[in-house]
């Protein structure tokens, strides 16, 4: 089963839940508080808050 493309991730901040890509090309930030949520590595994404769920494309 491949990774699925996008990840709902909970921002440690606000706790806001967030859909994002889970392979980034730049550094995502929520967008309530913008705290960072995931860093990109290259390859799978660095997540800084709890991944809730994937999102099935
Ligand atoms: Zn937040």
Known sequence: MAP???VV???PDCS???TVFSRP???V???VCGA???LPTGGH???R???VRTVAP
């Open 25 to 27: 090309a730049t550094t």
């Open 4 to 6: 699925a493309p996008f």
């Open 9 to 11: 991730v909970k921002c």
């Open 49 to 51: 808050g709890e991944v």
């Open 16 to 18: 806001g839940e967030q």
């Open 36 to 38: 960072t949520l995931v």
């Open 45 to 47: 994404g660095n997540f």
């Open 29 to 31: 930030n929520c967008s």
